[in-house]
Nanobody, 113 residues
Framework: QVQVVESGGGLVQPGGSLRLSCAVS????????MAWYRQAPGKQREMVAG???????DYAESVKGRFTISRDNAKSRVYLQMNSLKPEDTGVYYC???????WGQGTKVTVSS
């Protein structure tokens, strides 16, 4: 059974940084494209960043230059380094195994002074 566990969220001031982590189990992690999504209050879930199994990355325009996605295939983990955070980055962040059904519980990020 595939399990996805996100962590690292919290309350941060505008301009601050957070690093999200996602632990994946139950599959051969290195074979899958991974992505981070977020859902802001009252809005639809949107993709923030993605990374292929070979390390090619892609980002939503709203986070380019501020967020960095990375992965460690040996540890079956994917990360999201978030810098220069803005209030509009507030939301619940989810790690997604592309091609797999279902979501983890997410980790909440609040950017506020």
């Amino acid at each position: 059974q595939v399990q996805v566990v996100e962590s690292g969220g919290g309350l941060v001031q505008p301009g601050g940084s957070l690093r999200l982590s996602c632990a994946v189990s139950g599959l051969i992690f290195s074979r899958y494209i991974m992505a981070w999504y977020r859902q802001a209050p009252g809005k639809q879930r949107e993709m923030v960043a993605g990374i292929t199994n070979s390390g090619i990355t892609d980002y939503a325009e709203s986070v380019k230059g501020r967020f960095t996605i990375s992965r460690d295939n040996a540890k079956s983990r994917v990360y999201l380094q978030m810098n220069s955070l803005k209030p509009e980055d507030t939301g619940v962040y989810y790690c997604k195994v592309i091609g797999m059904i279902g979501w983890g519980q997410g980790t909440k990020v609040t950017v506020s002074s």
